[in-house]
């Protein structure tokens, strides 16, 4: 019933129109049958996910590698042991490498690589991911600021970015280390806009466009627009009231240019 039968199997019905039938078939089995249905790309993968469930592989340990390639490790752990530590953990252990000889000449430009692209996850503040983390388990935000990261390291030039409050979920910290990577892509020739209530962001802009007054169906109208000390000075604006405290010391000895568009 479960695993189904490979011999053919005689089949007789009668229609509910007095019709008799009979032909021979296999019996697929229900786990053959769903597990079927899963892969196929007809809309049903969330019908039938209900019946699975993961497990961890009994011969690998959930490593997803052969035993041949967890034998080889560097500085005692092998790649399976590094992506499950977090991304500042694995960067620091990179850095305490020394190797020598043979190996330095061997290693070096590929630890020079790993870095920078883990130092681009840190600026956008990923610090406590892991590189075994299963894309579907990240929140929108995550995978908005990992696919930023990718952007930076890419080194294109000309691009609009459209972002959606990246800024979720944030330390304040990590908030100062976005705006520094969202500056880089502006300052580089590209077009930042960002969609975003974060203050810390929004007085750093280029430009501003506040819409309102309310949100939602009492929003949709341009209060004000241009630079923080424009939109600051707009008394009709929500956000320029919240703006006016913060200026003044955010400003001093800054020359205006951040690139990024809220």
């Not at 990992?146 to 910290?173: C, F, K, M, N, W």
């Not at 819409?211 to 000075?233: F, S, Y």
């Amino acid at each position: 019933m479960l695993h189904g039968i490979p011999e053919q199997v005689h089949i007789t019905h009668r229609s509910r129109w007095g019709r008799e039938r009979s032909y021979y078939t296999a019996f697929e089995g229900v786990i053959p049958h769903v597990e079927r249905r899963f892969a196929e790309a007809d809309g049903a993968e969330n019908r039938f996910a209900g019946y699975l469930r993961e497990v961890p592989c009994s011969a690998c340990g959930g490593a997803r590698l052969r035993p041949s390639v967890l034998a080889v490790t560097v500085g005692g752990r092998n790649v399976a042991e590094l992506t499950a530590l977090p991304i500042d953990e694995t960067l620091a252990f990179l850095e305490s490498l020394e190797p020598a000889g043979w190996e330095r000449r061997v290693a070096e430009g590929v630890l020079a690589e790993i870095g920078e692209r883990l130092r681009f996850l840190l600026d956008v503040g990923l610090d406590y991911l892991s590189l075994n983390r299963p894309a579907a388990s990240l929140s929108g935000g995550e995978a908005q600021r990992i696919r930023l990261a990718t952007q930076i390291g890419s080194g294109l030039v000309g691009v609009l970015y459209v972002l959606d409050e990246p800024t979720t979920g944030l330390h304040v910290d990590d908030v100062a280390k976005l705006v520094v990577v969202l500056n880089r892509l502006a300052d580089a020739g590209n077009t930042v806009v960002v969609i975003e209530h974060n203050l810390d962001v929004i007085k750093t802009a280029d430009w501003l466009i506040d819409l309102g007054p309310e949100g939602g169906r009492h929003g949709g109208t341009v209060i004000a627009q241009g630079t923080p000390e424009h939109v600051a000075a707009c008394q009709d604006s929500h956000t320029g009231r919240f703006l006016r405290p913060l200026l003044a010391p955010a400003r001093q000895g800054e020359e205006g240019r951040t690139g990024v568009g809220t």
